[in-house]
């Protein structure tokens, strides 16, 4: 089992940055692929951001895709996803999640294990 606490959320205003951590405890956190996915009221939940076992290849929606960073310390046992330039429709609850995957993982039925999510608001 993996455990899984997201922080970092807030208000913020567009064009502001924050940045998201996801502190895993239970098994070895670098066994696992990470990402990160959000969903805003009334829509389903869409991928964002994941990274592989080794933090060596990474990928990104294109909604986001330079913009936002994801990272992983395997010593910290945590992932982050730093985020700039924020807009508005980026307003969601913010999940990560853990894969038994080496790979970089984009779909949500691969993943095993969630966060309860972390709200980011971004005001216009």
């Known amino acids: 089992q993996v455990q899984l606490v997201e922080s970092g959320g807030g208000l913020v205003q567009a064009g502001g940055s924050l940045r998201l951590s996801c502190a895993a405890s239970?098994?070895?956190?670098?066994?696992?692929?990470k990402g990160w996915f959000r969903q805003a009221p009334g829509k389903e939940r869409e991928f964002v951001a994941a990274i592989s076992r080794s933090g060596g290849i990474t990928y990104y929606a294109d909604s986001v895709k330079g913009r936002f960073t994801i990272s992983r310390d395997n010593v910290k046992n945590t992932v982050y996803l730093q985020m700039i330039s924020l807009k508005p429709e980026d307003t969601a609850v913010y999940y990560c999640?853990?894969?038994?995957?080496?790979?970089?993982?984009?779909?949500?039925?691969?993943?095993?294990?969630w966060g309860q999510g972390t709200q980011v608001t971004v005001s216009s």
């Open positions: 999640a853990a894969a038994s995957e080496r790979r970089v993982v984009t779909t949500s039925y691969e993943y095993d294990f």
């Open positions: 239970g098994r070895t956190f670098s066994m696992y692929a």
